[in-house]
Nanobody, 114 residues
Framework: QVQLVESGGGLVQAGGSLRLSCTASGRIFSVNDMGWYRQAPAKQRELVAAITGGGRTRYADTVKGRFTISRDNAKFAAYLEMNSLKPEDTAVYYC????????WGQGTQVTVSS
């Protein structure tokens, strides 16, 4: 089973930046499409960015132009660079396959203050 661990969250002021990291371990048999998801309080988990094994990306309209997803297949890692953060970006951020499969990690909290 693949294990996913997110890190890099924290508290930042509006307009600031954060870089989130996701590491995968376990039995990995193929290079799957990966995604970053977030869940704000009392809201459904949503996909904010996705990347294929070959590096093709797509973004939710709410983060397009501000967030950048990347991956390092040799390190079994995915990243999310977040710039120009807004209070509405506050959420717990998760990584997983896209579409998601297997168990979710603990996520990493991102809090953006006004």
């Amino acid at each position: 089973q693949v294990q996913l661990v997110e890190s890099g969250g924290g508290l930042v002021q509006a307009g600031g930046s954060l870089r989130l990291s996701c590491t995968a371990s376990g039995r990995i048999f193929s290079v799957n499409d990966m995604g970053w998801y977030r869940q704000a309080p009392a809201k459904q988990r949503e996909l904010v960015a996705a990347i294929t094994g070959g590096g093709r990306t797509r973004y939710a309209d709410t983060v397009k132009g501000r967030f950048t997803i990347s991956r390092d297949n040799a390190k079994f890692a995915a990243y999310l660079e977040m710039n120009s953060l807004k209070p509405e970006d506050t959420a717990v951020y998760y990584c997983n396959f896209s579409p998601p499969g297997g168990p979710w990690g603990q996520g990493t909290q991102v809090t953006v203050s006004s």
